[in-house]
């Protein structure tokens, strides 16, 4: 009998391809419990191990032994003519059929948890584009070269360069990579094939731009970037004029579409043929706007704000600029002020625009984000932000603000479609990848949060917001506080998030001599924003407490307490106020105080699935400061046992917890969620 054959009789292949069903429906199995009780990542390490050297165990026993009416025998041992081996094997395929039929139902039912799917939370970055993505209908426009020491003729070029991608980001056919992730190939010497692998896409466009006098002379071509063929190539000789400039745009986009034998739709056609403005200086102010806006930081958001009035002084008709304004205000009250004033003059803004061009998508972006920005209301920004990625298919900043307002609402799945949307078109761009790793780690998928960290630090390490986001990995994936410390204070400038970890930092390093020093470093602007509000005398007074100087502490938090009730009774709906509260009644032992504002906290605290966790945590600390230990541990299992929020580590390392770690709910909370690691 051949070996094939022996095997065969033997059950051999039966026996493997069961083990293999089984152990992959096993493994599902413990993945999803330990994911559950929130296991270190080794012990399903183990698992796989374990099941991985049973295999080849199984497929020997089953080769030397044989399973018969008395029990298990050696082969040898059994008379081939009373050889039970058939009727084992049709068990054995009813015992596979079984085990593939729980293998589908994992597989049908939960995509998502367990990974499948372009979508999942598990997918990692790639470095460079996939085949697939090299053969799409897909583009990068190059910075234009300009034929000048004119400082002015270079932001002239950068801002038709710019213009160009809004044209062409408008094409849905079409893969437009965006301007921040092609700027870095200014005056590069990298080869067309090497740039358009990186950026993933299959041809490029390079241009020259050179002015004289009131003539200007572009010219541009779109190469093949594994041929090296050059697929169009025109040259424009026209009067420098505002509306020569959008022609000439709207020519080389639709040439481009052409030349890729991409549609146009006839809503793109418009959207292509409008011009913005025709007024030549507007749009030279409305571009450096474009430019500040990208920086994100007061001074810059103050210079773009100043810059776009000035282009509404030349142009009152200018929607385009209108909707950068909105977006400006918008910038400085969620970031940096809380202001209603602002909020509403970003409204007047929008209202400006609207009247002018309804239909504009860049103000469908901004009224998305008044919404979101101005008043945390995520069910009305949707529908805006929306329809601006479907009319600018091609903009990362509408797919983004789409990801971030699904965020908000819960959406995972849809923010992680949405996030690496956004940085499958603007990959060159670190943040974009910090944002989907600051993502899944919030949702506990910590070894692939590490991933996409990686990735967006191999593109840009100095990024101060990727700072924060390495802090907060290091801390609630692993318990990391030296880390947390060090990533909180390389950030450059003081910024709300940044201060606040500072000071968390030293707290849970028991470092209260470098806690008080950050409270007297904080800027005064930072205490009170959107999401904190925050006294001088309060942070002291919890400094001191929580360093043991209770009678230090005490009049301080007695002085924040009387300032922020005060306060609150101006606003009593107010979230960071009633959280506060919370916090300096619990360090005053004031129960049924410290009870009812933390009460007061949660019921104001905004509809914020991302922050959902966060707001349970700091209600927990005013209760387990105010003695109220069963309450402060319900809100800490409710934050664990939540999709998104916090790890056990910030429980661990708080001092706002010191006084309830001995209760036995408390240990048996660590025994379930704590690390198990020795």
Not at 484 to 493: K, Q, W
Not at 563 to 577: C, D, R, V
Request: charged share 25%.
């Amino acid at each position: 009998m051949s070996l094939f054959n022996e095997l065969k009789r033997r059950n051999v292949f039966r026996v493997g391809i069961g083990y293999a069903v089984a152990g992959w429906v096993l493994l599902q199995v413990v993945d999803l419990v330990l994911e559950n009780i929130a296991a270190p990542d080794w012990v399903m390490k183990v698992f796989m191990l374990a099941v991985a050297i049973g295999f080849p165990v199984a497929v020997i026993i089953a080769w030397a032994f044989e399973l018969t009416p008395e029990g298990i025998k050696r082969e040898s041992e059994v008379d081939r003519t009373r050889s039970v081996t058939q009727s084992t094997g049709r068990k054995l395929d009813r015992i596979i059929i079984g085990f593939l039929a729980l293998a589908v139902v994992f597989l049908v039912i939960n995509p998502f948890e367990r990974g499948d799917g372009p979508d999942s939370p598990t997918a990692v970055p790639a470095q460079t584009a996939s085949e697939p993505a090299q053969r799409e209908k897909s583009v990068a426009v190059l910075p234009f070269a300009f034929r000048s020491t004119n400082e002015e003729d270079a932001f002239f070029a950068e801002g038709m360069h710019d213009d160009l991608l809004t044209q062409l980001a408008k094409i849905g056919s079409l893969k437009v990579i965006s301007r921040t992730s092609v700027m870095e190939y200014k005056d590069t010497t990298k080869k067309i094939p090497e740039i358009a692998k990186e950026l993933g896409v299959a041809t490029i466009v390079e241009g020259g731009v050179q002015r004289s006098g009131s003539r200007i002379r572009f010219n541009a071509q779109l190469i093949d970037a594994e041929t090296d063929e050059h697929l169009w190539a025109e040259t424009y000789n026209r009067e420098l004029t505002a509306e020569n400039l959008f022609e000439i745009q709207a020519e080389i986009a639709r040439a481009i579409a052409q030349a890729l034998q991409a549609t146009l739709s006839p809503s793109e056609e418009a959207l292509i043929d409008r011009a913005l403005t025709n007024n030549l200086e507007a749009w030279k102010s409305y571009q450096r706007a474009v430019i500040l806006r990208a920086a994100l930081r007061p001074e810059t958001i103050g210079v773009g704000i100043s810059e776009v009035n000035h282009a509404l002084e030349l142009d009152p008709g200018f929607a385009a600029a209108w909707s950068l304004k909105a977006i400006l205000l918008l910038q400085q009250y969620w970031f940096y002020d809380t202001n209603i004033a602002t909020r509403d003059a970003a409204w007047e803004a929008i209202q400006q625009g609207r009247a002018i061009d309804p239909k504009l998508p860049e103000l469908d972006i901004a009224e998305g984000y008044y919404y979101y920005w101005g008043f945390r209301d995520y069910e009305k920004a949707l529908p805006f932000m929306e329809r601006a990625a479907e009319a600018l298919p091609n903009s990362s900043r509408a797919h983004l603000g789409k990801a971030y307002v699904l965020r908000r609402m819960g959406n995972w799945e849809g923010t992680l479609a949405a996030l690496k949307r956004g940085s499958e078109l603007d990959p060159r761009v670190g943040i974009n990848h910090a944002n989907i790793a600051e993502t899944l780690n919030r949702l506990h998928h910590y070894e692939d949060a590490k991933l996409w960290m990686e990735s967006s630090q191999s593109l840009d390490s100095n990024n101060p917001f990727s700072f924060t986001i390495l802090a907060e990995i290091s801390l609630l994936s692993s318990g990391d506080a030296k880390n947390f410390a060090r990533f909180s204070r390389l950030y450059p400038a003081p910024n709300p998030d940044s201060q606040l970890n500072k000071w968390l930092a030293s707290l849970y390093l028991d470092d209260f001599d470098t806690a008080l020093q950050d409270v007297k470093d904080w800027p005064e602007r930072y205490l009170e924003t959107k999401d904190i509000h925050v006294t001088r005398p309060m942070l002291l007074g919890l400094t001191h407490l929580y360093a043991g100087d209770t009678d230090v502490a005490r009049p301080l938090l007695l002085e924040a307490k009387q300032a922020l009730e005060t306060l609150l009774g101006q606003h009593p709906e107010n979230y960071p106020i009633n959280r506060s509260l919370c916090t300096i009644t619990g360090g005053l032992g004031e129960l049924s105080n410290a009870q009812q504002y933390c009460r007061d906290s949660l019921a104001t605290a905004p509809k914020d699935a991302f922050l959902a966790g966060d707001f349970k945590f700091y209600a927990a600390t005013g209760l387990a400061l105010a003695g109220d230990s069963q309450a402060a541990l319900e809100l800490l299992v409710a934050m664990l046992e939540g999709k998104v929020g916090f790890s056990i580590y910030p429980i661990i390392y708080h001092p706002a917890f010191d006084g309830i770690r001995e209760s036995p709910a408390y240990i048996k909370l660590l025994d379930k969620y704590g690390p198990t690691d020795p």
